[in-house]
């Protein structure tokens, strides 16, 4: 089990530690429902350097990005971020993931901490003859979420970088006398910034964050903070809503599959039509929809629950699904979920469950 | 984590106390701390007969699930319905205000068979 350079930061802040994705990962430290209202209303800090990255440069770096990821690449400025699939040839999602346009022939793919090996291994060894350096320099980078409203006006009290910092993009910035790139991006549907910096200048960062922060009311963040707060602003996770038998059309993902270039998974995209449609919906008890429990369609199970949780935001269960296409269930229709045999009525509804404060 | 003296406890994690016939029931302190925040707590009705051992209701966490099981057999003699508005008072306060359920004991030699708070303790230790 791997530790980020945090882990000690984590363990003196009182945080329960969890395995994820091969990591040794913080889950909490005050708890999930005062992580997540710091996050809404002022500022979370959150430990992703599990993420990985890998950099992709040669004079070939653009047209072999393009070819294995689903999103369009190719009209991108500098500066600029893209969330994307990457798909294998039968058009099953292998990761999804942010795409960084550094250069002209210049890139950085973050993908998540538990497909980064795989990832790595399936881009070196589908280059097919393109004149691409690929490295992962995962254990090279820290990486810091810091989302919520406050979180821009703490962070540039820490580093410079332009005010006007448009969402999905970056800018270069500098912490002691280390470069940092600064994203105008976030998994929590709040405003904020993700800040990679050299690993070893990443506790000190994290430092000066939470110390520019303390009176705005920052707070530490764990994962299980993230993932509630994902869920909230109706992001996918992989292991969830994607998974290695998923791919982008059916996870509801078409606006990131662009069929106006070539990509791998591409001809098996064309013309696929979905078997299962991705689905939220809210109930009205208290019982909470897990991963796994079965959806019932007029008594009938025709479905998976991929995510569930309670929201705070909304004050009752929320939960993400599968369901079969061929029920013609929408927004405002009533199924029932099976939560450990008792079948509960949900009430179907569109994505994402709450409209926060996305900077755009 | 604190296990107060004067409690017994389950290998479940719950803690039972217990006053001329009647059992007070909780969860401890450590099943509190492993779950996180606590939204929901579903409890028998009153009246239920229960035996040692069986389940008698659920808490849920924003992360995970959790059964309850009964340390004793007997009757449900009152439930703590201020958890229905406050489920965080089995964070905040889990051998006090989040207390979950009182029950006629049907075997007092049931007692018997729980775990002291400094064996509740050893156990602890050893799961980790």
């Known amino acids: 089990m791997k530790r980020t350079v945090l882990y000690d930061r984590h363990v003196a802040l009182g945080a329960r530690i969890v395995p994820f994705g091969g990591w040794e990962m913080p889950v909490q430290y005050a708890g999930v429902i005062a992580e997540h209202e710091a996050v809404r209303q002022r500022a979370g800090l959150f430990d992703v350097c599990h993420m990985g990255e890998v950099f992709i440069s040669g004079p070939d770096a653009t047209a072999y990005v393009n070819s294995i990821q689903t999103n369009n690449v190719a009209g991108m400025a500098a500066g600029q971020v893209l969330y994307s699939v990457m798909c294998d040839e039968n058009g099953n999602a292998l990761d999804d993931l942010l795409v960084y346009r550094l250069g002209p022939q210049s890139w950085l793919l973050i993908v998540n901490a538990g497909n980064c090996e795989k990832d790595y291994v399936w881009m070196a060894s589908h280059t097919d003859g393109a004149r691409v350096t690929v490295q992962n320099r995962s254990a090279d980078f820290g990486l810091l979420a810091l989302q919520g409203p406050k979180a821009a006006v703490i962070a540039s009290a820490v580093i410079t970088f332009p005010k006007e910092l448009k969402y999905y993009h970056f800018a270069l910035a500098s912490f002691e006398g280390a470069e940092v790139i600064v994203s105008r991006t976030g998994y929590t549907g709040e405003d904020g910034v993700e800040l990679m910096v050299p690993a070893e200048k990443t506790v000190a960062l994290w430092d000066a964050l939470m110390a520019a922060g303390k009176e705005a009311g920052i707070a530490p963040c764990g994962l299980a903070a993230r993932d509630l707060l994902r869920i909230e602003a109706g992001y996918s996770l992989y292991g969830h809503e994607l998974e290695a038998d998923i791919d982008p059309l059916t996870a509801g993902l078409r606006w990131v599959v662009k069929m106006d270039h070539e990509f791998i998974g591409k001809e098996a995209l064309e013309g696929l039509i979905p078997a299962r449609k991705k689905i939220a919906f809210t109930l009205e008890g208290k019982n909470i929809p897990r991963q796994g429990f079965p959806l019932l369609v007029d008594g009938v199970p025709a479905g998976t629950v991929t995510s569930g949780t309670f929201s705070p935001s909304l004050q009752k269960p929320i939960g993400i699904g599968y369901i079969a296409a061929d029920k013609g269930v929408s927004p405002g229709a009533t199924i029932a979920v099976d939560i450990r045999g008792k079948q509960l009525p949900a009430r179907v509804c569109k994505l994402p469950f709450i409209n926060p404060g996305v900077f755009k | ?128």
Do not use: R
Not at chain 2, 64 to 82: A, Q, R, T
């Open chain 2, 1 to 128: 984590m604190e296990y107060p003296d004067g409690l017994s406890y389950t290998k479940d994690h719950e803690w039972a106390l217990e006053e001329e016939g009647v059992v007070t029931i909780g969860i401890t302190d450590y099943a509190q701390s492993e779950l996180g925040d606590v939204v929901f707590v579903e409890l028998p009705e009153e009246g239920t007969v229960i035996k040692a051992g069986e389940p008698f209701g659920v808490v849920e966490s924003v992360k995970s699930v959790s059964d309850l099981y009964c340390p004793v057999s007997g009757e449900v003699l009152e439930v703590n319905h201020d958890l229905e508005g406050e489920p965080e008072l089995v964070n905040s306060s889990c051998y006090d205000a989040g207390w979950m359920m009182k029950i006629a004991v049907s075997n007092k030699k049931e007692l018997g068979e729980l775990l002291s708070a400094e064996q509740y303790a050893d156990y602890i230790k050893s799961l980790k």
